[in-house]
């Protein structure tokens, strides 16, 4: 078959699409960057940051309010008592006028030691602090027979009494205290392996000889009878007595 003579030309470029050449031309050039978008909170964001904000202020107003339940600390010191019941013993009945009360605070040092074995193996001292009370009575129910006399004209009247009488020390725990302890080495094993649990009853008996001694060294019963005397005079005075004598008798 016969070609036309156009036939063995070379097509033409159409118009409007890019020839060879210009593609060659144009993979050689790097793309172009694209843009990265402006950066901004995320709106999801926004929600998480404002509901834990809500939380936080829901969770205050319900402690405060008292209705969250409040939660205990699992090691906390915890304390049980064990103790019996009370028993009572016996009732004693009393007719006594406490007159006057005296309050003193005594030091006792304590020290016990070994001859011939050096204080840190073998040395016990302790100062202790004890405050107490002693308090001055007069015993009404020892008044005698034939102990109030009245006179004729019935404006005088002597009363003898029994003379003041000390009571027991009253050794104030709450404000007795060891100040200082020291023990010696072989002291401090015995503890561990077994020590005396009634280790302070000598300080706390010492405490309270000596305290009783400056009860009866401070005029605390002549201090009882003043005041026992001024009561009686203005009791009986009011009763129309126009002189009271009351006077004391050594049981």
Do not use: C
Request: proline share 6%; aromatic share 6%; net charge negative.
């Amino acid at each position: 078959m016969a070609r036309d003579a156009d036939s063995n030309e070379p097509t033409r470029e159409l118009s409007g699409h890019p020839t060879g050449d210009a593609i060659t031309a144009r993979s050689d050039t790097p793309p172009e960057p694209t843009p990265a978008p402006a950066a901004r909170p995320t709106r999801g964001l926004l929600w998480v940051l404002g509901a834990a904000a809500l939380a936080v202020v829901v969770l205050l107003g319900v402690q405060t309010s008292g209705l969250w339940p409040s939660f205990r600390n699992p090691f906390a010191e915890e304390r049980t008592d064990r103790s019996q019941p009370t028993l009572l013993k016996s009732i004693q009945d009393l007719s006594r006028y406490v007159a006057a009360e005296g309050n003193y605070q005594v030091v006792v040092d304590l020290q016990k030691d070994r001859q011939y074995v050096p204080e840190f193996l073998l040395n016990e001292r302790t100062l202790f602090v004890g405050a107490g009370s002693v308090e001055a009575y007069v015993d009404f129910a020892r008044i005698s027979d034939g102990a109030v006399v009245e006179s004729a004209d019935g404006k005088s009247v002597e009363i003898k009494l029994p003379a003041p009488q000390l009571g027991e020390t009253n050794l104030d725990l709450e404000k007795s205290y060891v100040f200082a302890e020291r023990r010696g080495l072989l002291n401090r094993l015995g503890e561990v392996f077994g020590g005396d649990p009634n280790r302070q009853q000598e300080v706390y008996r010492l405490a309270e000889e000596r305290i009783t001694a400056a009860a009866r060294d401070s005029g605390l019963g002549a201090r009882a009878e003043d005041n026992t005397r001024k009561m009686l005079e203005g009791l009986l005075g009011s009763l129309g007595y126009e002189r009271v004598t009351v006077t004391y008798v050594t049981p």
